[in-house]
């Protein structure tokens, strides 16, 4: 993995922000919302990544943008959003697993 990708100031506050309002009307919100919001900061993320990545790591991210808006898209039915939920997952890991060498591969 690329030891020089950042945040710029901008993003990095615009972030910031997000997760700590977000923590503040989760009080107020129904539990499930909880997984909606870290989704969302998610797909921030990927995109202020995908700024500063690799042309090789931002067809994963765009994937990875993909995957989170179809899941928000279908909230309603629990099971799925759970099970998109843990592919997703797994996806992230094999990811990491790769970039980094390791041997193996996360199930």
């Known amino acids: 993995m690329a030891g020089s990708m950042a945040l710029n100031e901008e993003e990095a506050y615009e972030l910031l922000t997000f997760l700590v309002t977000?923590?503040?009307?989760?009080?107020d919100e129904p539990a499930s919302y909880g997984s909606l919001r870290l989704?969302?900061?998610a797909?921030?993320?990927s995109g202020f990544?995908?700024?500063h990545s690799s042309s090789g790591n931002r067809g994963f991210l765009a994937g990875i943008q993909e995957d989170i808006e179809q899941m928000t898209?279908?909230?309603?039915?629990v099971e799925r959003f759970v099970?998109?939920?843990?592919?997703?997952?797994?996806?992230?890991?094999?990811?990491?697993?790769?970039?980094?060498?390791?041997s193996g591969g996360a199930s």
């Open 39 to 41: 989704l969302t900061a």
């Open 49 to 51: 990544m995908m700024e």
């Open 43 to 45: 797909e921030r993320l």
């Open 83 to 102: 099970t998109s939920l843990d592919e997703l997952c797994r996806v992230v890991a094999q990811h990491l697993v790769e970039q980094n060498g390791l």
């Open 22 to 27: 977000s923590a503040r009307i989760q009080q």
């Open 73 to 77: 898209d279908s909230m309603a039915d």
